[in-house]
């Protein structure tokens, strides 16, 4: 399985951003799909994650009610819509894939078999 993580750019404060990631293999489209970023000098973090129906969602505090997570299992793709973005959401943003049944927190990274690229998201003030 391989994931490419690609939509990010510079946005100024308040503005939107949207993130695609696409995957390869016809057994991703079954597997649970996240987001996780990184800042320089911070650990890798949870943002969002979404099952494979889509019908279960998890977002961490500091995204929540700004950025939303879908898929499109036709498509094999899943996406981070970003509103509302703030100086602190600059980072590079990972997609990350695992199969269910998983063992751990969709919120730890230990817990996740597959990691894209990354994409780098800048947001300026």
């Known amino acids: 399985v391989q994931l490419q993580a690609y939509g990010g750019g510079l946005v100024q404060a308040g503005g939107s951003l949207r993130l695609s990631c696409a995957a390869s293999?016809?057994?991703?489209?079954?597997?649970?799909k996240s987001w996780f970023r990184q800042a320089p000098g911070k650990e890798r973090e949870f943002v969002a994650a979404?099952?494979?129906?889509?019908?279960?969602?998890e977002y961490a505090d500091s995204v929540k009610g700004r950025f939303a997570i879908s898929r499109d299992n036709a498509k094999n793709m899943v996406y981070l819509q970003m509103n509302s973005v703030k100086p602190d959401d600059s980072a590079v943003y990972y997609c990350?894939?695992?199969?269910?049944?998983?063992?751990?927190?969709?919120?730890?990274?230990?817990?996740?078999?597959?990691w894209g690229q990354g994409t780098q998201v800048t947001v300026s003030s």
């Open positions: 990350a894939a695992v199969p269910p049944p998983y063992r751990g927190s969709l919120d730890q990274t230990g817990t996740y078999d597959y």
């Open positions: 293999g016809r057994t991703s489209r079954a597997y649970v």
């Open positions: 979404i099952s494979v129906s889509s019908q279960n969602t």
